[in-house]
């Protein structure tokens, strides 16, 4: 059996690399990827304490993870509309170039 603190490495390893890409890249696409890593970070944590906990028997764990998926696959065609959209616009998903909301 796979100790939980391995599951926590990696779930920690996951997001430190999804907040690394949404920190220092400038592509709206690369920052999608890395909000997508971290709530995979995030699924990895929820399963496995779901896993090592006492209450097996209640799906609490699995059930919040559905959740984030579906709200992950929600974000991810909000996002990627808002992306085209900006790109159609503004002829570039640069982040910091994306100032349409400004006066």
């Known amino acids: 059996m796979v100790p939980l603190s391995w599951y926590l490495t ?3 390893a996951l997001f ?3 907040l690394f890409g949404v920190l220092v890249r400038r592509n709206a ?8 890593l971290m ?3 995030v699924n990895i944590n929820l ?8 209450a097996l ?3 609490g764990g699995q059930v919040f993870a559905i959740i984030v998926f579906a709200v992950a696959a929600a974000e991810v065609s909000v996002g990627l509309a808002l992306v085209i959209s900006a790109y159609r616009r503004r002829n570039t998903v640069i982040a910091d170039e994306l100032d349409m909301l400004k006066w």
């Open 29 to 36: 696409v690369a920052i999608l990827l890395g909000v997508e």
């Open 10 to 12: 990696l779930a920690a």
């Open 39 to 41: 709530l995979n970070a």
């Open 57 to 59: 028997t209640s799906m």
């Open 47 to 54: 399963v496995a304490f779901w896993r090592y906990s006492d």
């Open 16 to 18: 430190s690399i999804g």
